[in-house]
Structure formats: structure tokens, C-alpha cells
Nanobody, 123 residues
Framework: QVQLVESGGGLVQDGGSLRLSCAAS????????MGWFRQAPGKEREFVAA????????YYADSVKGRFTISRDNGKNTVYLQMNSLKPEDTAVYYC????????????????WGKGTPVTVSS
């Protein structure tokens, strides 16, 4: 079992930045690819970014490419999402996820989910 706990969400102005963190329990963190998803009110959950077990490969949704950066620290069992140039349309609950491969995570084949952290971008 892997438990994922997100933090770092909050209220930010248009154009601002936030860094989300996801702390994972257990000693198998480095065995999983990790990802971030988001769900806006009234919309389906959507893929945001994924990172491979070693951190050497990353994938991004087109909507965040160039603005968001996913990274991980296997020594701290933590994955991060640095969000820059935030827009009101980035407002959502952001979820951390773990899966077997980056392709699996990007395809919504997720083994574990966190409970989410809300991000609100005001215009």
C-alpha cells in the first residue's frame, strides 16, 4: 500500500506561482511512476503531468507545458509540481497519483490516489 498526501494548494493571483508537494508513505516510492491530475468544478478529472521512477522522463498535458514542472526526490519520498504563470482556468483540486509507468499514469491507469489539494487562481 502507498498513501499519498498532497499539500501546498491555496489562493493565488493570475500570473502567480505555487508549488505542490505530495508525500508518499512506504519504502516503495521509487518503484512507482508519479503524476498529478486535476479536477475543476463540474468537469472530469484530467491528466496534468507524470514523471518516471528515476525522474529522468516527464510528460505534460499541452495546457500546462512550459508553465508547470514535475519533479521528485526519492530520498524524501516526495513528488512536486511547480506551477508558474497560473491562470484562472488552472483552478481545480489537484491530485497526486502513483502508477507502474509514466505511460500508465498518463493513461489514467493509476494504482493509488491522494485526496487532493485545492488551487484557486483569481483574476
Amino acid at each position: 500500500q502507498v498513501q499519498l498526501v498532497e499539500s501546498g494548494g491555496g489562493l493565488v493571483q493570475d500570473g502567480g506561482s505555487l508549488r505542490l508537494s505530495c508525500a508518499a508513505s512506504g519504502r516503495t516510492f521509487s518503484s512507482y511512476a508519479m503524476g498529478w491530475f486535476r479536477q475543476a468544478p463540474g468537469k472530469e478529472r484530467e491528466f496534468v503531468a507524470a514523471i518516471s521512477r528515476s525522474g529522468g522522463v516527464t510528460y505534460y498535458a499541452d495546457s500546462v507545458k512550459g508553465r508547470f514542472t514535475i519533479s521528485r526526490d526519492n530520498g524524501k519520498n516526495t513528488v512536486y509540481l511547480q506551477m508558474n504563470s497560473l491562470k484562472p482556468e488552472d483552478t481545480a483540486v489537484y491530485y497526486c497519483a502513483a502508477g507502474l509507468t509514466t505511460q500508465a499514469v498518463a493513461s489514467y491507469r493509476v494504482d493509488y490516489w491522494g485526496k487532493g489539494t485545492p488551487v484557486t487562481v483569481s483574476s
